[in-house]
């Protein structure tokens, strides 16, 4: 079986162009789109994310902002900037870039951002709104494994799907998601017994658990659409910076086992940018009427 290869380096591209044009239009009528990010203390991965956000803005014409606060930086002072951003009409999307340093309390600090701003989704309002079915701002990754499902045609209602990880910004959201778009969700994570007894029954298996190989060639259905979240550094002597990015999916044994899989790089990462971009011109869009 030759497996479709989720590409979506490739969708978010198109989204990105659709997106632009939407920019162009509230522009038109004097509405200019802003993302800001704030950021805490100097986490290396966190500035390569914070950089690849403010360039997607750049190409898509978004106005964008980093906030980069010391590492020493006060709770008091994270929420009066917050709050700041909250107050300033001219920013549509905030989001505090995670983690933060691990003296500040993350949960107050996002619940402190007006959930209109949330573009990240992370707000409990937000996830709320997402329990229940509501709309909502939805979490970018598990927006972007559902488009990339969509997009390669693969039915969703009624297909079994097993969710690998239950944390509140990619394995819960994922599986309340899938719900929505009627799957039968199973969510696993790391006190699951017989994994790959659960895994083996998917017809969409999600992996959203960090590390690197998990999810095996015996653990897939045949024909099963497989989407790896996982974004893990291994050490490559052969590779420019000596290290190499791969997912949780052993891709070379199990991408000939299924009808779809998502390649890393080039799969869920760069969704997930694009649905921040989504995010930021429809908050735009509510916000101002526009
Ligand atoms: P997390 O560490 O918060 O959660 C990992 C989950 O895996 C936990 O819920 C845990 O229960 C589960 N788990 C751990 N060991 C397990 C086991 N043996 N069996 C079953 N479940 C197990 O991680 P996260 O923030 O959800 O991120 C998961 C991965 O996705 C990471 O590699 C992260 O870098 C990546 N990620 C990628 C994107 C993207 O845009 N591609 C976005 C966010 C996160």
Do not use: W
């Amino acid at each position: 079986m030759s497996a479709i290869i989720l590409n979506g380096k490739e969708l978010a591209a198109q989204m990105e162009t659709a997106q632009a044009q939407r920019v162009r239009d509230l522009q038109a009528r004097g509405v200019s789109p802003k993302l800001v990010v704030v950021m805490a203390g100097d986490n290396p991965a966190s500035a390569i994310y914070v950089r690849n956000k403010a360039r997607a803005c750049e190409r898509l014409g978004i106005l964008s902002d980093t906030i980069h606060l010391p590492q020493t930086v006060s709770q008091q002072e994270l929420l009066r900037v917050i709050d700041g951003l909250n107050a300033d009409p001219t920013v549509h999307g905030i989001l505090i870039q995670l983690p933060l340093p691990e003296h500040l309390d993350e949960d107050a600090a996002l619940l402190r951002v007006n959930p209109a701003k949330d573009v990240d989704g992370f707000h409990l309002y937000n996830a709320g709104r997402l329990l229940r079915g509501e709309d909502g701002i939805r979490p970018c990754t598990p927006q972007g494994i559902v488009r990339l499902l969509k997009s390669a045609g693969i039915a969703l209602d009624g297909a079994r799907a097993v969710v690998i990880g239950r944390s509140n910004i990619v394995g819960k959201p994922a599986a309340l998601m899938l719900t929505q778009e009627n799957c039968t969700v199973t969510l696993c994570h790391s006190h699951t017994r017989d994994l790959a007894q659960i895994t083996r029954q998917a017809d969409i298996l999600v992996a959203a658990v960090g590390k690197p190989r998990f999810v095996t060639a015996d653990m897939v259905k045949p024909g099963a659409a497989v989407i790896d979240v996982g974004i893990n550094r291994v050490e490559d002597a052969s590779a420019k910076r000596g290290y190499r990015i791969v997912g949780d999916v052993a891709y070379d044994e199990v991408a000939p086992k299924c009808r779809a899989i998502t390649p890393v790089p080039g799969g869920v990462g760069p969704m997930t940018i694009a649905m921040l971009m989504a995010n930021t011109v429809k908050a735009c869009r509510q916000q101002t009427g526009a």
